[in-house]
C-alpha cells in the first residue's frame, strides 16, 4: 500500500481504517448515513448509548424515583462523578475536578479566585494576560472581572506570551488549542513561565479535553476549565467541567456561592460557608438529565483507555489531519487555500482551518451541502485574521476514508464554483 | 355529598375527583402507581411527554441534525422560546422572560444588575434588604455581592419588612412564597412599598411560578428568577428563568457576559457588547437537552389555559391545601403537629407545613416508606424555626384522595410509633 499521505488513494484510506485498531471505538456512534462530520470540535457526535440512558434517567430515576433518586440514583454526587471520569482524560486526581453550568460561568469562578490569590499574595499584579484570539466568551469573562478588580485585561499574540510576562501580570488565562487556528500551547512550559515571573494560570481545555492529552498536575497548573460538548460528545450544551489545583482549591469563596456549594447544602444556614476543596465551585442545582448524557459523551473517550488511550488517540488524530493537509495540498492546489493552522503537527490540536479568502461561508455551505459537516469561522478581513474553514478530526469517530471524501468534495465545490450558487449565499445565524 | 373538608370521607373526596374539572390534567404526567407525591414543591413530576421530546432531541437534533441543529431545530432560540411560554405564567410580555443557567445563578445576574441601577441612581443606598428564611441560595448569592460591592446584606422577618424599607436600602430582595412555610408574600403591596421609599425589588418566583397566580408588570415588579423544576415540571435541576421589566432590561451588562449574551455572539468581536434587551442575560451555551424536557413541563401548565389557567389552579390547590389541613386537625388530633403555614388560604402558596417537634425526619421516612412522598426540612431548634414535614398540593395532578390518603397514612405512622423503627432514624443526606 502507498503510504505517503499526499498521494494516498481512496482505496489506501479505506485500507487504513480496515487496519486501525482503533476502528472499533467508531461503533459507539450513532452517526447519520452518508455524513462525513468534522464538527466534533464544536458539537461532538451522539454516543449510542446516550438515548437509553437519558430515557433511563427520564423515566426510572425521575419519573419513577422521583426526588428519592437524590440518594438512590446518585444525582447528588454526580458532578464529582463525571467530573473524575473526565479528569482521567487531564491528569487530574480523583475530587479535583467537577462537572457544573457552562464554561463561561466556570472561568467566571476560577478566574475570580486566580485574581483574588494574586491580590492577596501580590497586590502590585494589575494586568490580567491573554492571547488576543483566544475564544471571545474567555475575553468577555475576563474584561468583566477586571473592571470588577481594578484589573487591566491585557491581549497579546501567542508568540508573545512569554516575552510578555512580568512583575505586572497577575494571571495568564489561556485556551491550550485555538478555536481559530488548532495551534496547541505547551502548557507545562507556559505554566512554567508564568510561574517564574510569579502569575498564576487559568487553562481553557475546551479543544484539549478528549482531543490531546492534557496533564493539569504534571504542568503544575493553577486552574482549568473545559467544555463538554465538544470532544468529550456530551449533547448539546453539555455541562461544562472545572479544575483546581489542590494547593487553590481551599482558598477564597468563588463569587457564586450558591447552595450546592456549601458545606452542608441541607442544614439551610443563613450563612455561606464554602465547602472543603472543590465541591465549593458548585453553585445551583445542575442539569441532571444534560450531565447524565455527558457522561456517556465521556465514556466514549475512556473506552479508548484498553486501546492505548489518548496518545493512541492523539496519534490517529494527528494521522488524520497530516492525511487532510496532505491531500488538500496535492488535489485542490488550483485554488488558494492556505493552512492556518501550525504545518508542524506537534504544534496542532485536533483540527485544521484553511483560510478561505473569498466566498468562505458560502464554500462551508455547499461542503454542508454534500454531506461534509465542516464549519466556517469569519475572520476579520486581515491577513492575520483570514475567514476560516475549520474542519475537526475527532479520532474516535473519523475515518481515513472520511477525510478522503471532505477532500474530494471540497475540490469539486471549488473547481466547479459550486458556492457561487445563490442558495450558498446566505448570512446564517450559526455557521 | 359531605362537603365540610373537616369531616369528608375517603368516597366524598373520590367524588371530588371525578367532579373535579381540572382532573383530565394529571393524564399528563406519568405517575409511579401507588404514590402519593406530594412534592413537586422540591421537584415536579415527569410529564408523560417528555421521554418522546428527549428522545427527538438527543436522536434527530443532535444525531441526525448534529451542529445544523442551531439553525434548523431552532436551538439558538429555545431560551426565548421557553422563557415566553414561562413568561405567560408570570404576567410578563413576549421577549422578556430567558431560560438560562440556575436560579442562583441568575439571581446573581439580576441582583447585580439591580445594584450597580441604585448605585448609579442612588449611591447613598448601602443595604440589600431580605427575609431571615429566604431560600439559603439567595442569601448566599445576596452575601457574595454584598461583600463585592460594599453593601450590607440585613435580614428581617416578613412581617417587619415594609417597616424597616428607608432611605439606605437599595435592594429589596424576597421569594414571593417562603420555601419553608409556605407563606405568599403580596407582590403588588411590597413592591409599592418598596418603590415608595426608592427601593428596588427582586422576586425569586421558585416556589410561584406555575404554583399560584403571578402578575409581574401588573405588581410593576423590577426583577424576578425562578426555578424550572418545582411548579413547571421541568425535570432534575432544570434550567431556571429570569425577567427584567423593560425600564431595566437595557441598563448595564451583568457579570456573566459570556458570548450568548452579546449583541453579535458569531461575529467573534474580542470586546464584549451587550445585545440589547434581555438576551445580554444568557451566558454560556445552554444544557439543550434539559432546557427541552423543560419545554415539556412548561406545555403542562399552560394545558390548563383552556380550563381557567392559573386562576382556576390555583382555585384547586387551595382546595387541597384547606382539605390538608382540615383533615390533619381532625383525624390526627392526638399528636402535636401545628400548622406552620399561614391559616389563611390566600396568604400560602401551593403548599403546607407541619411543624413536628420530635422525630420529623424518622416520621417522612415512614411516611415515604408508605408511598406517601413529602419532604422535611430541619428547623434551629427554636420555637420560631422548628422541624417541618412539609407537603406540596400541584393542583396539576394532586387528587382530593391523594389528600385523604396522606392523612391516613401521616395518622398510621403516628398513631403506631412506626416512625420509632430504627430504619426511620438515619440521617438522609438529601431529605
Known amino acids: 500500500m502507498n503510504t505517503t499521505p499526499m498521494t494516498l488513494t481512496r482505496d489506501d484510506c479505506l485500507a487504513l481504517d480496515a487496519a486501525d485498531p482503533l476502528r472499533a471505538l467508531r461503533e459507539q456512534f450513532s452517526l447519520p448515513p452518508g455524513v462525513v462530520y468534522l464538527d466534533g470540535n464544536s458539537l461532538g457526535a451522539q454516543p449510542a448509548s446516550t438515548p437509553a440512558r437519558v430515557a433511563e434517567v427520564v423515566q426510572q430515576e425521575w419519573g419513577t424515583g422521583l426526588i428519592r433518586s437524590w440518594n438512590s440514583a446518585g444525582w447528588i454526587t454526580l458532578p464529582q462523578r463525571v467530573g473524575d471520569k473526565i479528569g482521567q482524560l487531564i491528569g487530574a486526581q480523583p475530587g479535583e475536578t467537577l462537572v457544573a453550568d457552562s464554561t463561561s460561568i466556570n472561568l467566571y469562578k476560577v478566574l475570580s479566585t486566580a485574581i483574588r490569590i494574586a491580590q492577596a499574595d501580590a497586590p502590585s499584579r494589575r494586568v490580567i494576560l491573554s492571547e488576543r484570539s483566544n475564544f471571545p466568551t474567555d475575553l468577555y469573562i475576563a474584561q468583566s472581572l477586571a473592571q470588577q478588580h481594578g484589573l487591566t485585561l491585557e491581549l497579546t499574540t501567542a508568540d508573545q506570551i512569554e516575552a510578555r510576562l512580568g512583575p505586572d501580570v497577575a494571571v495568564l488565562m489561556l485556551t491550550q488549542v485555538n478555536y481559530r487556528s488548532g495551534r496547541l500551547l505547551d502548557m507545562a512550559a507556559i505554566t512554567a513561565a508564568a510561574h517564574r515571573t510569579g502569575a498564576l ?126 491531500q488538500v495540498a496535492a488535489r485542490c492546489s488550483a485554488h488558494d487555500l492556505p493552512l492556518a493552522s501550525p504545518d508542524v503537527a506537534a504544534e496542532r490540536g485536533s483540527q485544521v482551518s484553511l483560510a478561505c479568502k473569498v466566498g468562505g461561508l458560502a464554500v462551508m455551505q455547499a461542503l454542508i451541502a454534500r454531506q461534509v459537516i465542516g464549519d466556517f469561522r469569519a475572520g476579520d478581513g486581515s491577513e492575520a485574521e483570514p475567514d476560516l474553514l475549520r474542519f475537526g478530526f475527532t479520532p474516535l469517530y473519523t475515518r481515513f476514508v472520511d477525510v478522503f471524501d471532505a477532500v474530494t468534495a471540497l475540490c469539486e465545490v471549488l473547481d466547479t464554483a459550486e458556492w457561487r450558487e445563490a442558495r450558498f449565499n446566505q448570512q446564517a445565524a450559526v455557521t
Open 201 to 326: 494560570t487559568v487553562w481553557d481545555l475546551a479543544h484539549s479535553a478528549g482531543a490531546v492529552p492534557v496533564d493539569l498536575n504534571g504542568a503544575d497548573a493553577d486552574f482549568a476549565i473545559g467544555c463538554g460538548y465538544k470532544y468529550l460528545n456530551g449533547g448539546p450544551g453539555a455541562p461544562a467541567f472545572v479544575w483546581a489545583h489542590a494547593r487553590h482549591a481551599d482558598r477564597f469563596w468563588q463569587p457564586l456561592s450558591g447552595w450546592m456549594g456549601h458545606a452542608a447544602p441541607f442544614r439551610f444556614d443563613t450563612e455561606y460557608r464554602p465547602a472543603p476543596g472543590m465541591a465549593r465551585y458548585l453553585c445551583g442545582t445542575p442539569p441532571l438529565i444534560s450531565m447524565s448524557a455527558l457522561e456517556c459523551g465521556v465514556d466514549t473517550v475512556l473506552a479508548a483507555g484498553t486501546l492505548g488511550g489518548m496518545a493512541a488517540l492523539r496519534a490517529k488524530s494527528l494521522q488524520l489531519s497530516e492525511l487532510f493537509i496532505a
